[in-house]
């Protein structure tokens, strides 16, 4: 396990790459972006507005997949108020209980902006059973969700024949990843290993009807090529921090004085409920890496983290998966606490991982020795 001399994210995230010097791919794309001319790249987002502009008003000009946080605010700005184009929302819930933050940020970005939103609500009864199976057997509790995060707007977008369909960033590109090539389009989104496919017949097995599966599939090639999904971090220079403090300025709220996680090292990224977080942070006993060291490596990148304040962060909470995630998702899945800590020992990666005398899962110290000073 080697881990990136620059920030700290590890070279077990899945699809990553790294230079000789030992820099990650994440941290080479972001050092790419002094040189692009941005001023250029949004006049392209301005002539393909262009391309897709509504003829006459009360018509909708693209499709926004959205959740209502900070970045979904920040996309909505761009598209509405700077290219004044007229975006329907589209967002797929999750079935955990909200966070006051979450809920007003749902409502708050259709009034702040003015926009219709449709709200795509998964069949509960399929996602019990399915995220308890993905849990246990894959370590993947919201793959189900995650699945039609990816597939619902573009069945959407082609049912309702507004191929102009704008995504955020393009997650391969800034983080490190499956398709990590810089590129405005979005049509291959859905094959980036976030929620990858996975035989359905599987699910029947598990007690699930074939009815229940729609849109489980991705889409067919011949209905990708009808659409233009696109990622707007391909024509705006992305960075959370900016999105956060736009965001603000049109009624987004964080968890301060609500939450703090005991896992991040943040108030204001993937805030909207709280079992789901469960699903990104199953990264740390798979791979050795979770939130914190996600969140602390793009502070790195962004210039206002040096890596030994990050690494700190990342050593304090990466671990530490906060209880209210646990409870809401166990409540949720139907498991009890004991069944839930039972499957996910299961889960931990015993090339990475140990336990210590207070019976709690930890890196291996040659690991934690190499993330602190990273040897190439």
Known sequence: MKFCKNCLMPDTRPGITFNKDGICIACQNNAKKE???WSSRFDELKVLCDKYRRKEEGQYDCIIAVSGGKDSHYQVYVMKELMNMNPL?????DYFTM?????????NITEAFGCNLIAFKPNRRAGKIISRYMFEKYGRPLWYVDRLLYTVPLYYAAALNIPLLVYGENVSYEYGGVNDKET????????????????LDELVTAGISRDELAYLEAPSRGLLNKLEPIYLSYFVKWN???NYEIAKRFGFKDLTHEWDRTNHIEN???IDSYGYLLNAWMKYPKYGHAYATDYASRWIRYGVLSREDGLKLVEERDHSLDP???DDFCQFTGMSVNEFYNALD???????????EFEQWRLRKEFIDERRNPKW
């Open 35 to 37: 040189n692009v001319d």
């Open 89 to 93: 929302l589209i967002t797929v819930e």
């Open 99 to 107: 966070t006051e933050a979450g809920k007003h940020n749902q409502q």
């Open 184 to 199: 405005y389009s979005a049509r291959e989104q859905v094959f980036n290993g976030v929620a990858p496919d996975i035989s």
């Open 240 to 242: 959370a921090i900016k």
């Open 268 to 270: 204001f990224n993937q």
């Open 324 to 326: 209210k995630i646990i």
């Open 346 to 356: 299961k889960l931990y990666n015993k090339d990475l991982f140990e336990k210590n």
